[in-house]
């Protein structure tokens, strides 16, 4: 029944899943913890995520079709190297957002474009956990990264420059639950309609301010409108 109402939420909104699989056992859960600031604590099940181990042909095929591949690592790492290795070879610039501080694959960081984490995930990666000298030592790992500082905005870097700060719109933050997957998300999307680093980093900063003024995770993506109606000057 889960999966069901799993698939149903996912066509209601408009997402392709012609290449959505199911197999046997329960769906991915995550039970999550707010505190009275709006930071959250999430325990994961992975359920069919765990089945996710390689990228099947069909995946590899429909990588090969688009503009960027944007990973997680909410499923096994295998699987989500796989996936980075098949746009590599395709062309297709790969944005990785690990939603976890646990260590990552020394091939999949070869392969990733560009790389977005938090604080913490940066001072797990590089042992450094000032903001600009953890940046800067993540592009020893990858040609481009951003550190995401919550309230403070995110810091963005790239083999050859200077390190930019893009502050953060002012939110109230009521749940944190979700905030890097909008932020990862419209950061993808702007990237990939050809905006400059500096606007698509104030586009996605405007979603994650969005996110965490709701409360829930999925629940609280907001919609395009919403993000072009909150950073005007950004929206396309």
Not at 63 to 74: F, N, P, Q
Not at 87 to 107: H, I, K, Q
Not at 150 to 169: D, F, Q, Y
Not at 213 to 229: C, M, N, Q, T
């Amino acid at each position: 029944m889960y999966k069901r109402q799993l698939r149903a939420g996912l066509v209601r909104e408009g997402v392709d899943v012609d290449l959505l699989r199911t197999v046997p056992g329960p769906s991915g859960t995550a039970q999550v913890t707010v505190d009275a600031a709006g930071s959250s604590t999430v325990v994961a099940v992975p359920g069919a995520n765990a089945a996710l181990t390689v990228a099947t042909p069909g995946d590899v095929a429909l990588i090969g079709t688009g503009d960027a591949l944007l990973l997680s690592s909410g499923t096994p790492l295998s699987g989500v190297t796989s996936a980075a290795l098949a746009a590599r070879e395709r062309g297709v610039r790969t944005v990785l957002a690990p939603s976890r501080a646990d260590p990552l694959p020394d091939a999949l960081l070869a392969a990733a474009g560009l790389l977005v984490v938090d604080e913490d995930g940066a001072a797990a990666l590089t042992g450094r956990h000032e903001p600009y000298r953890s940046v800067r030592a993540l592009l020893e790992l990858v040609p481009e990264a951003v550190v995401t500082l919550g309230a403070a905005g995110c810091l963005w870097a790239a083999r050859g420059g200077e390190p930019m700060v893009v502050p953060a719109p002012e939110a109230a933050a009521v749940d944190t639950t979700g905030a890097g997957d909008a932020f990862a998300g419209a950061l993808a999307v702007a990237l990939c309609e050809g905006r400059p680093t500096a606007r698509a980093l104030e586009w996605a900063s405007a979603a994650a301010a969005l996110s965490v003024a709701r409360p829930g995770a999925a629940a609280s993506l907001p919609y395009r409108s919403e993000i072009d109606a909150a950073c005007p000057a950004v929206a396309s």
